[in-house]
């Protein structure tokens, strides 16, 4: 990330909406964005592959469940924050991962410019693709300040997504007893 370059875009911001950038309330402000950014867009540089931990050999064979899996991201179409909880789950196939792992892969997708449907499928088709297992249940629910803040203002709307893959995708019994239990 080029801090340099975000700081002086940063000051041209402040000018474009008519503000003094040598205001002595932002003075720094420039300096806190760049680096600002360099947390909410910190996920560009990190590989969901890397911080995988694997436990082959395993012979559990039920639904493993992580919910309530806070996030914040940014909406790709305003750049405007987005924000709400994530739950996972999935049933090995002879493979499991460290649970500390679904949050951090929820973590890296949802700081880069996003849209919730992309996340979405990018948590389920990342853990698909390294894992193999039966099946994988992705649900997002999430506020956007781009429908609150702006646009229709409406304050108590929220999304829901959902991405499933195999055994999820396939037996509605499996997504159902899923979606029971992250309620």
């Given at each position: 990330?080029?801090?340099?370059?975000?700081?002086?875009?940063?000051?041209?911001?402040?000018?474009?909406?008519?503000?003094?950038?040598?205001r002595?309330g932002?003075?720094?402000?420039?300096?806190r964005?760049?680096k600002?950014?360099?947390?909410?867009?910190?996920?560009y540089?990190?590989?969901?592959?890397d911080?995988?931990?694997?436990?082959?050999?395993?012979?559990?064979d039920?639904m493993?469940i992580c919910?309530?899996i806070?996030?914040?991201?940014?909406?790709?179409?305003?750049?405007?924050?987005f924000?709400?909880?994530?739950?996972?789950?999935?049933?090995?196939?002879?493979k499991?991962?460290?649970?500390?792992?679904?949050?951090?892969?929820?973590?890296?997708?949802?700081?880069?410019?996003?849209?919730?449907e992309?996340m979405?499928?990018?948590i389920?088709?990342?853990?698909n693709?390294?894992?193999?297992?039966?099946?994988?249940?992705v649900?997002?629910?999430?506020?956007?300040?781009?429908?609150?803040?702006r646009?229709?203002?409406?304050?108590?709307?929220?999304?829901?997504?959902?991405s499933f893959t195999?055994?999820?995708?396939?037996?509605?019994?499996?997504?159902?007893?899923?979606?029971?239990?992250i309620?």
């Open positions: 990330m080029d801090t340099q370059k975000i700081e002086k875009a940063a000051k041209e911001l402040l000018k474009a909406i008519g503000e003094d950038e040598n002595e932002l003075i720094k402000t420039p300096e964005v760049a600002s950014f360099g947390k909410l867009f910190g996920g540089d990190k590989n969901p592959e911080i995988l931990t694997e436990f082959d050999g395993e012979n559990y039920e493993i919910k309530n806070d996030f914040y991201s940014t909406c790709e179409h305003h750049m405007i924050p924000f709400g909880r994530v739950s996972i789950g999935y049933i090995p196939n002879k499991i991962i460290g649970i500390s792992k679904l949050p951090r892969i929820v973590e890296i997708f949802s700081r880069r410019l996003q849209n919730q992309r979405t499928m990018q389920a088709k990342t853990l693709s390294l894992l193999k297992p039966q099946g994988v249940g649900v997002v629910e999430a506020q956007h300040l781009c429908t609150m803040a646009g229709v203002e409406k304050q108590n709307a929220s999304i829901t997504t959902s195999g055994l999820f995708k396939k037996k509605m019994k499996t997504r159902s007893e899923f979606l029971g239990l309620k």
